[in-house]
Nanobody
Framework: QVQVVESGGGLVQPGGSLRLSCTAL????????VAWYRQNTTNGRDQREQ?????????????EYAAAVTGRFTIFRNNDKKTTRLQMNMVKPEDTAVYYC?????????WGQGTQVTVSS
């Protein structure tokens, strides 16, 4: 059974930094597509289709970022350890959201439960 676990969320001041970590326990395969999504749940509902893609690492190792975070966030991956990290720098209040880790291996998707990031002074 695969379990995807995120950590590192919390409260950070505008302009500060935060690092999110994620481990996919039991995920099969040796190469994975990984990504971080986020969703602002001010309406109290979690609808997966409303999640915003923040950053991804493709199977070939190339990285892609949403325009809103380019130059501020960096995504990392370790296939051997089945982990991914999201380094968030120069955070803004609009970065406030629940952040979700995502793995895809052999075509199968695996989601974490999410970790809250709040940017506020």
């Amino acid at each position: 059974q695969v379990q995807v676990v995120e950590s590192g969320g919390g409260l950070v001041q505008p302009g500060g930094s935060l690092r999110l970590s994620c481990t996919a326990l039991g995920v099969p395969g040796s190469n994975h597509f990984v990504a971080w999504y986020r969703q602002n749940t001010t309406n109290g509902r979690d609808q997966r289709e409303q999640r915003e893609l923040v950053a991804q690492i493709n199977y070939d190792g190339t990285k892609e970022y949403a325009a809103a975070v380019t130059g501020r966030f960096t995504i990392f991956r370790n296939n051997d350890k089945k982990t991914t990290r999201l380094q968030m720098n120069m955070v803004k209040p609009e970065d406030t959201a629940v952040y979700y880790c995502f793995f895809r291996s052999a075509g199968n998707p695996y989601w974490g439960q999410g970790t809250q990031v709040t940017v506020s002074s």
